[in-house]
């Protein structure tokens, strides 16, 4: 259910647009060239190497207005993600902000939560290594995780609320 990589633009940024051929055709000029080596940086772009870790997003909103349950979930993730996954979710140089559309509910659901917990996770998105399980984090106490991780998300605009409702 989870896509590492999304799809390529169907073209290169600078493509010229192909309907309009530009006056008088020269058969090898600077312009095309140019274009040539766009297009190859952007095939290197698209290619199958996991996405570089996306520095955060500049200010994110924090975790203010939290129900009794998405607080519970902060206490339990400052004390067993945050190390990795960063406070308030932004992400660390040991593992990925929560805080990005890679994480939207439509793409992570709330079982990959539960999952990467009990299972841990095989790197695939990133360049981080891989998540080991996280013993003791009980099941309820992932459900806490995840409230105040789409909390976090739906405050700083990563799901609008007509898409998903976080539980609690
Ligand atoms: C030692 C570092 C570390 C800790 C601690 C950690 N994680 Fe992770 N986690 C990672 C890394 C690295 C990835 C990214 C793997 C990838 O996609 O390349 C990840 C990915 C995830 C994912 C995405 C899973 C998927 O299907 O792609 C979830 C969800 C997650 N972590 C939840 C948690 C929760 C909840 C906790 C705390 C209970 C936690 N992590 C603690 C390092 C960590």
Redesign the pocket.
């Known amino acids: 259910m989870?896509s590492s990589c999304l799809p390529p633009p169907r073209k290169a940024p600078c493509a010229p647009n192909a309907g309009t051929p530009p006056e008088g055709r020269h058969p090898a000029t600077v312009a095309s060239l140019l274009f040539v080596v766009a297009a190859l940086l952007a095939l290197v772009a698209c290619g199958e190497t996991?996405a570089p870790h996306d520095p955060a997003p500049q200010a994110i909103a924090g975790s203010a207005d939290l129900s009794d349950a998405a607080r519970q979930g902060k206490t339990?993730?400052d004390t067993?993600?945050a190390?990795?996954?960063g406070p308030e979710a932004t992400g660390t140089n040991?593992?990925?902000t929560?805080i990005d559309r890679i994480?939207h509910p439509g793409h992570?659901g709330d079982a990959?939560?539960h999952?990467?917990?009990t299972r841990g996770?095989?790197?695939?998105?990133?360049?981080?290594?891989?998540?080991?399980p996280?013993p003791g984090?009980t099941e309820t106490q992932?459900g806490q995780?995840i409230c105040y991780?789409r909390h976090l998300q739906l405050t700083n605009n990563i799901f609008k609320p007509t898409e998903y409702q976080p539980a609690c």
Request: with cysteine.
């Open positions: 989870t996991p339990v993730f067993n993600c190390q990795c996954h040991l593992g990925p929560f994480y992570h990959a939560f999952l990467a917990v996770v095989r790197q695939h998105h990133w360049n981080f290594g891989n998540m080991l996280v984090v992932v995780i991780v």
